[in-house]
């Protein structure tokens, strides 16, 4: 399966800074995710696309986390202003059949 | 709503000992089951999958899971564990394609000499 391209793949910020992840497809999938992964946990669901739309965002925490996907291939993940316990591995994954794949993760750490 | 259970946060081994990481869900309807492992300081890779079929798939590195419907379970086993096998093992459910996967609190496996 071809993946995804990640960056930054390391970020430190410092508290009510901002900061921005990209993601991009190196083959064009329709479904695209991103995950949070706090230490020690699983990872959660941030944001599901389809496409260019929006399948579901109801665990994004939206007065600080905003993403889009410009014309169905790349997607940005944003957030402003950071907060302490934003550090955590963000990762993108697409969907191919029955089966989600992940790329290598961006990890933010917060000071 | 689904959800994941891993009922060991951490697993011990001797290298060659056999090992079995636990995964409980709760769904109800049909699911899909799936193991991922995390190395350190990488992202999430797939090690096998539960679509339907035969209960018993098989992965890479040698893993194996089985499916048990009664029991709502998906257990993952390798009978002879290597040191390069340390690491974090996350199990994951979704109810049908083209929707999120959920995720349990993941199982370190630790393999020692």
């Known amino acids: 399966e071809a993946g995804v391209a990640q960056s930054p793949r390391y970020k430190i910020i410092e508290k009510r800074q901002s900061v921005a992840f990209w993601c991009n497809p190196i083959?064009?999938?329709?479904?695209l995710y991103w995950y949070q992964q706090i230490l020690g946990q699983g990872p959660k669901l941030l944001i599901q696309?389809?496409?260019?739309?929006?399948?579901?965002d109801s665990q994004l925490p939206k007065d600080r986390f905003s993403a889009e996907r410009l014309k169905g291939v790349d997607s940005t993940l944003k957030i402003q202003p950071a907060k302490l316990e934003d550090s955590a591995v963000y990762l993108c994954?697409?969907?191919?059949?029955?089966?989600?794949?992940f790329g290598e993760g961006s990890w933010l750490t917060v000071v | 709503a689904q959800s994941v259970t891993q009922l060991d946060s951490q697993v011990p081994v001797f290298e060659e000992a056999p090992v079995e990481l636990r995964c409980n869900y709760s769904?109800?309807?049909?699911?899909?089951l799936f193991w991922y492992v995390q190395y350190p300081n990488q992202g999430l890779q797939l090690l096998l999958k539960?679509?339907?079929?035969?209960?018993l798939v098989k992965g890479i590195n040698g893993f194996e899971a089985e499916f048990n419907k009664s029991q709502t379970s998906f257990h993952l086993r390798k009978p002879s564990v290597h040191i390069s096998d340390t690491a974090e093992y996350f199990c994951?459910?979704?109810?049908?394609?083209?929707?999120?996967?959920?995720f349990g609190k993941g199982t370190t496996l630790s393999v020692s000499s």
């Open positions: 769904s109800s309807v049909s699911v899909y």
């Open positions: 539960y679509l339907s079929g035969s209960t």
């Open positions: 696309f389809q496409n260019n739309g929006v399948v579901d």
């Open positions: 083959s064009g999938h329709a479904t």
């Open positions: 994954a697409w969907g191919s059949g029955n089966t989600i794949y």
């Open positions: 994951a459910v979704r109810h049908q394609a083209g929707t999120a996967l959920i």
